[in-house]
């Protein structure tokens, strides 16, 4: 199934630009990427989402954990989670070639319930994230997502119905049991998945854990315990990874000042934000941002 992902997402680039880059598509959520390069480190935030290499290799890092996924190879993405990633493996002969599919809750919710015999996961909480191999009917139903793009009219209509397929065989997949953990109303996944929503729309506000514990029902200290697995960072850190990221594009994409852009994301301290800001980066606020608008965009994906 691999070479027919291949030359399905190798036809729809190059009816539409050629040459590398990312490629947006009129799916909503779906785009992917196509180079010849190994890329740096990139940070970006990962949305529920199943994540295929259908050619090279990709690592990304976690907070603590590092993952590494190849050809035949997908990452799946259970909850909203800031991270690095990068290209380790392509070439001019080879392109890395991946592709991100932005999962449906919705959706998945709907075929939870239709199916005769959902699968029922303990209620730890692990990694939101995970490596699984890809193939058989799934990739099946990716590969007629992609060949779907030729026909635009076509859709609305389809787009759905392989959406449900997508979601039935993830659910029902050997990795059934934690991808249904994010959609059970109770599941301590979800309510942090909740409270993470929370956080993540009020990011440049005081942090508050009694106020997301109570969302997720559970007291501060599970709270902190099961949103560190979950994410592989503390909710301080998770909400210091979202104010410094969003900095970041105010002072590259819309040309805010270094200082105005650290009061616009939540910190009361300049220095305190370049401090935080170049251990992150690796860089001071303003250098990275100069240095980022001289220098061609890397893909995102």
């Known amino acids: 199934m691999q070479p027919d992902l291949i030359a399905a997402l190798n036809a729809y680039a190059d009816a539409n630009g050629g040459g590398e880059g990312v490629f947006e598509t009129p799916i909503p959520g779906f785009g992917f990427m196509r180079t010849a390069h190994e890329t740096l480190p990139k940070h970006i935030v990962y949305r529920p989402s199943l994540c295929i290499v259908a050619q090279g290799e990709k690592q990304v890092i976690f907070g603590e954990a590092l993952m590494t996924y190849r050809e035949g190879q997908a990452l799946i993405v259970n909850v909203e989670i800031p991270a690095v990633g990068r290209v380790t493996k392509a070439s001019r002969e080879k392109p890395m070639i991946g592709l991100v599919l932005e999962l449906d809750g919705g959706i998945m919710r709907t075929v939870m319930e239709d199916l005769d015999h959902p699968p029922v996961p303990n209620d730890d909480v692990g990694l939101g994230a995970f490596v699984a191999d890809f193939g058989g009917a799934l990739a099946d139903c990716v590969v007629r997502l992609v060949r779907l793009l030729a026909t635009p009219t076509a859709i609305p209509v389809l787009y759905p119905t392989i959406m449900r397929e997508i979601s039935f065989w993830l659910l029902t997949g050997p990795h059934g049991d934690d991808v249904s953990k ?52 503390t909710p301080l850190q998770y909400q210091k990874q979202l104010r410094l990221l969003r900095a970041r594009q105010l ?39 100069m240095e980022l608008k001289a220098m061609p965009q890397e893909p995102a994906l």
């Open 182 to 233: 994010v959609v059970r109303p109770s599941s301590r996944t979800r309510r942090i998945s909740e409270a993470i929503q929370i956080l993540r729309n009020n990011f440049t506000h005081q942090l508050r854990i009694d106020d997301l514990a109570a969302a997720a029902h559970m007291s501060p200290s599970s709270f902190h315990q099961h949103f560190k697995t979950l994410t592989s960072m």
């Open 251 to 289: 002072m590259t994409d819309d040309n805010v000042h270094v200082s105005d852009a650290a009061y616009q994301v939540g910190y009361e301290s300049a220095s305190q934000f370049s401090r935080e800001y170049s251990r992150m980066f690796g860089v001071p606020p303003k250098r990275d941002a």
